[in-house]
């Protein structure tokens, strides 16, 4: 796994399904986990390398051409988090767990998630390239 993080041209990406009775943890984990455990803990990736390999790196391979970047005509998808307490916290026993450090998410820029609660804001909608 550290190796396949580690190449330069690897994305990094989730099959997580939500809306199952017991959910795989990695839906909850999986991008809390590389910058928490994999580029903060072992410094296998810098804090950037790891955001561009969930972010405009993904976009660009993708083809979707307003995400990934942050920068005037994109889509404002962004995460604010503590880069020295981001950890997922998701287990097997209970892998809806919320990962800890991340204060907010915006999708297409509503705030979907804001001091550790969802709020009733949606800005999500099918992507296809």
Known sequence: M???LA????????DGIPGTEKPHLRLWGTFP??????????GLLTLPQAIHK????????????????????MQADLVVFDADQVIDAATFD?????????????????????NGAQ???????????
């Open 94 to 114: 209970d892998p809806e767990r919320q990962a800890r450090g991340i204060m907010h998410v915006f999708v297409n820029g509503v705030c979907s998630f804001e």
């Open 54 to 73: 969930m972010t405009g790196m993904s976009a660009a391979n993708f083809g979707l051409t307003d995400r990934g970047l942050v920068e005037v005509g």
């Open 33 to 42: 986990r590389v910058l928490g455990h994999y580029a903060r803990d072992l």
């Open 2 to 4: 550290q190796r396949i």
């Open 119 to 129: 709020t009733a804001q949606k800005g999500g909608r099918f992507l296809t390239h």
């Open 7 to 14: 190449f330069p041209t690897s994305m990094i990406g989730s």
